[in-house]
């Protein structure tokens, strides 16, 4: 039989020592709610949870009703269990501490718990992106500085990407394992192991239509490509783009390539539109894990010191050889 989400994190531990039993509830919780996220989005119209909220979130964004579904659901699953000191999510301005009537745990949980909220009226994949971290120990009460850690440090970071179906992604540390939801089971099932990105690629992820705000080093790398196979990269290249973070990465890990949402001029002040901490950091750390590289352009994401829960970041990531040549016009 294969193996379920919960022996793969038993089994892990036995071999690894790297899931505490902590560490795992937490995971095994996280899972399920995006089993229950999963459900909703399946529902779509007949449940109700399409269309906006008319509300906005602390970045201006216009908030989906299921941005906020999501974000309740992960919120609810998570805060009881005795496992975490607090959350962070893009839907809330400030961090969420776990209620006093709750034991405190010493993890925290970062998530962006509807990621491609564009893409759900129109039934293309979603998901929800998560990150976990160790609260610093010696401080007593938990607060905002102490989720300003640098990528490097997450113990585990996944997303959970809700396509023609529901896979589960998931490391801590030790490579990169993926889980495909078995709904008669109702549980994740072990689908693939050590999951390796090609270091080559022809293939491209990025939002064209940004073209002409963009600069330079990332013009000059797309219109290479573009040359296709008389240019200046002797190939002919494809391009993709859903509009989903997570799914584009997933395509990524799946067989390859490269994504990028580069800094561009219409938000000058802004390092670019993703957001660090629950988008930038656990994305990642997948692709590295899995053999791939990111970077912001200047340095490797994980080596960046955050200075706010909300703060944003270029992000190039994928296929080694691609990110490394990007990252080289740059510097
Ligand atoms: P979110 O839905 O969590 O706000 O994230 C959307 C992100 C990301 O998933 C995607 O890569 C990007 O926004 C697409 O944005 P544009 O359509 O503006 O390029
Ligand atoms: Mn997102
Ligand atoms: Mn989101």
């Known amino acids: 039989m294969a193996a379920s989400l919960s022996r793969y994190l038993v089994e892990q531990q036995r071999a690894k020592g790297n899931i505490p039993p902590e560490l795992r509830l937490l995971l095994e919780v996280v899972a399920r709610a995006c089993k229950s996220i999963s459900h909703a989005v399946n529902k779509g119209a007949l449940g109700g949870v399409l269309g906006s909220a008319h509300s906005e979130n602390v970045q201006g964004e216009v908030q989906k009703k299921l941005d906020i579904i999501a974000n309740e659901v992960l919120i609810e699953a998570n805060?009881?269990?005795g496992h975490l000191?607090?959350?962070?999510?893009?839907?809330?301005d400030s961090i969420y501490v776990v209620p006093n009537r709750y034991p405190q745990g010493e993890y925290l949980l970062l998530f962006d718990p509807l990621d491609g909220s564009s893409n759900i009226d129109v039934n293309v994949s979603i998901g929800t992106i998560f990150s976990v971290l160790k609260k610093p120990e010696g401080n007593l009460a938990v607060c905002e500085a102490d989720f300003l850690q640098k990528g490097q440090a997450q113990v585990a970071a996944g997303y959970c990407v809700y396509g023609p179906q529901t896979t589960l992604v998931l490391?801590?540390?030790?490579?990169?394992?993926?889980?495909t939801l078995d709904?008669?089971?109702?549980?994740?099932?072990?689908?693939?192991?050590?999951?390796?990105?090609?270091?080559?690629?022809?293939?491209?992820?990025?939002?064209?239509?940004?073209?002409?705000?963009?600069?330079?080093?990332?013009?000059?790398?797309?219109?290479?490509?573009l040359a296709g196979q008389t240019g200046p990269r002797g190939k002919d290249f494809n391009m993709r783009w859903v509009g989903s973070m997570v799914a584009d990465v997933h395509r990524i890990l799946t067989r390859g390539g490269v994504f990028m949402y580069p800094w561009d001029k219409r938000e000058p002040d802004k390092p670019g539109k993703l957001r660090l901490l629950y988008e930038a950091n656990p994305m990642s750390w997948l692709v590295e894990q899995a053999g791939g590289a990111a970077t912001n352009g200047q340095q490797r994401i994980l080596d960046i010191q955050p200075q706010q829960l909300h703060q944003r970041v270029s992000v190039f990531l994928g296929s080694k050889n691609e990110v490394e040549r990007v990252s080289a016009f740059h510097n």
């Open 183 to 225: 709904r008669e089971q109702g549980s994740f099932v072990l689908t693939q192991e050590h999951v390796q990105i090609p270091a080559d690629t022809q293939e491209f992820a990025v939002n064209m239509s940004n073209m002409r705000h963009w600069d330079a080093p990332v013009t000059r790398y797309i219109d290479e490509c």
């Open 171 to 179: 490391t801590v540390g030790d490579g990169v394992a993926m889980f």
């Open 79 to 81: 805060e009881w269990g």
């Open 85 to 92: 000191a607090a959350m962070a999510s893009e839907e809330m």
